[in-house]
């Protein structure tokens, strides 16, 4: 059974770093999606950025160039860390995987590709 849980969300000034974190147990070396989603107060779930087995990548674009993406296998971990953070950026963070053996030249940001998902943890950017 696939389970990820997040940590790492915190209060931050604008211009600041943050990295996620969410460990992932239950998925097979290398067929995967993972990716990081974001609910601000008021808006649509978003997704942020997303993994795919074969190590490609997709960023949405009010993060690209900020955000990056990473796997470190020995640990289980997935790791969102983000850079010069804006206020627009506070929102709950969650993480989002799926056991799947396609390959994903651009793996997707659709909430709907994922079927586990974690609790969240809260990312606040002040000015």
């Known amino acids: 059974q696939v389970q990820v849980m997040e940590s790492g969300g915190d209060s931050v000034q604008a211009g600041g770093s943050l990295r996620l974190s969410c460990v992932v147990s239950?998925?097979?070396?290398?067929?995967?999606?993972l990716a990081w989603f974001r609910r601000a107060p008021g808006k649509e779930r978003e997704g942020v950025a997303a993994?795919?087995?074969?190590?490609?990548?997709n960023y949405a674009n009010s993060v690209k160039g900020r955000f990056t993406i990473s796997i470190d296998f020995v640990k289980n971990t997935l790791y969102l860390q983000m850079n010069a953070l804006k206020p627009e950026d506070t929102a709950m963070y969650y993480c989002?995987?799926?056991?799947?053996?396609?390959?994903?030249?651009?793996?997707?940001?659709?909430?709907?590709?994922?079927?586990?998902w974690g609790l969240g943890t809260q990312v606040t950017v002040s000015s």
């Open positions: 993994v795919g087995g074969v190590g490609s990548t």
């Open positions: 239950g998925l097979s070396y290398s067929h995967f999606l």
């Open positions: 989002a995987a799926k056991e799947s053996y396609a390959y994903y030249a651009v793996p997707p940001l659709g909430a709907d590709e994922y079927t586990n």
